[in-house]
């Protein structure tokens, strides 16, 4: 209740309190308006109390191009590892395992060794089993095969003994293409305990004898020939890997030597 003084200026009604506290969510009495606002009071310009704002989830989907690229490197990885893996145990086999898992190849030396025996040199033309020869008896000369390319055939007999010592011969047809007697000789030449030479009546355009082995090819893209030449190169000497095979024959021609140089009969 508010009590005017009558005959003084006007004043600012007192309040007096009535012992009463403001309702629940309403401001005091005589607060300004803003001088603070509980929850849930209405918003200046007369708006309705602020909603909640729900937050906005963002779908991010998987990132796959990185993910693949990961997997990709992974299994490349694991690839060249286990062919690591693989390439250093196949070249902890002793050389004969290696060469007798060569597709295609004739093991003379567990097939028919007695072709391969022979008891001292023999001088003249000689026969064998198998053609090209692949071992057994043959002259006292050996061909040079120090990565010796010859173009035109070689005697049997010289070759033969080549191969005792190491050698790994190769033959082809002398009707074999041209760019296929290239990359053959790029295998040989200048190659010790190699050579290489034509050889008439072939049954496949090129053949590979080392002693005791044979394979048989037709084409000199076949990668089997570089295993060939890498597991029977000197592995296969009869002779061990200490016989020469420089100072041997140079010249061409079937016929053995000793009978080359014999003069002509009248």
């Given at each position: 209740?508010?009590?005017s003084?009558?005959?003084?200026?006007?004043?600012?009604?007192?309040?007096?309190?009535?012992?009463?506290?403001?309702?629940?969510?309403r401001?005091?009495?005589?607060?300004?308006?803003?001088?603070?606002k509980?929850a849930?009071?209405p918003?200046?310009?007369g708006?309705?109390?602020?909603?909640?704002?729900?937050?906005?989830?963002?779908?991010?989907?998987?990132?796959?191009?990185?993910?693949?690229?990961?997997?990709?490197?992974?299994?490349?990885?694991a690839?060249?590892?286990?062919?690591g893996?693989w390439?250093?145990?196949?070249g902890?086999k002793?050389?004969?395992?290696?060469?007798?898992?060569?597709?295609?190849?004739?093991?003379?030396?567990?097939?028919?060794p007695?072709?391969?025996?022979?008891?001292?040199?023999?001088?003249?033309?000689?026969?064998w089993?198998?053609?090209?020869p692949?071992?057994?008896?043959?002259n006292?000369?050996?061909?040079?095969?120090?990565g010796?390319?010859?173009?035109?055939?070689i005697?049997?007999?010289?070759?033969?003994?080549?191969l005792?010592?190491?050698?790994?011969?190769?033959?082809?047809?002398?009707?074999?293409?041209?760019?296929?007697?290239?990359k053959?000789?790029?295998?040989?030449r200048?190659?010790?305990?190699?050579?290489?030479?034509?050889?008439?009546?072939?049954?496949?355009?090129?053949?590979?004898?080392?002693?005791g082995?044979?394979?048989?090819?037709d084409?000199?893209?076949?990668?089997?020939?570089?295993?060939?030449?890498?597991?029977?190169?000197?592995?296969?000497?009869a002779?061990?890997?200490?016989?020469?095979?420089n100072?041997?024959?140079?010249?061409?021609?079937?016929?053995?030597?000793?009978?080359?140089?014999?003069?002509?009969?009248?």
């Amino acid at each position: 209740m508010s009590i005017s003084t009558p005959g003084g200026p006007e004043r600012r009604p007192t309040v007096v309190s009535t012992g009463k506290k403001p309702a629940a969510g309403r401001p005091a009495s005589g607060a300004k308006a803003g001088s603070g606002k509980p929850a849930g009071s209405p918003r200046a310009g007369g708006k309705g109390p602020r909603k909640p704002v729900t937050p906005v989830k963002v779908s991010q989907g998987r990132a796959w191009g990185p993910i693949a690229l990961f997997v990709a490197v992974g299994v490349l990885a694991a690839g060249i590892i286990g062919y690591g893996a693989w390439a250093s145990f196949q070249g902890a086999k002793p050389w004969d395992k290696r060469a007798n898992a060569i597709d295609g190849i004739s093991n003379i030396r567990k097939s028919d060794p007695e072709s391969l025996k022979y008891e001292s040199h023999k001088s003249g033309p000689l026969t064998w089993n198998y053609s090209p020869p692949v071992g057994g008896v043959h002259n006292a000369a050996w061909q040079n095969c120090m990565g010796d390319v010859y173009d035109a055939p070689i005697a049997n007999e010289h070759a033969v003994h080549s191969l005792e010592h190491g050698a790994v011969w190769i033959t082809y047809r002398p009707d074999l293409p041209k760019d296929q007697v290239d990359k053959l000789a790029g295998k040989v030449r200048g190659v010790e305990k190699m050579l290489m030479s034509p050889y008439e009546g072939l049954d496949k355009p090129i053949s590979l004898q080392a002693w005791g082995y044979q394979l048989k090819l037709d084409n000199a893209d076949d990668s089997r020939i570089d295993e060939f030449i890498k597991d029977l190169r000197v592995n296969a000497s009869a002779e061990g890997p200490t016989a020469l095979c420089n100072t041997g024959i140079t010249a061409t021609g079937t016929t053995p030597r000793e009978l080359q140089q014999q003069p002509p009969t009248q």
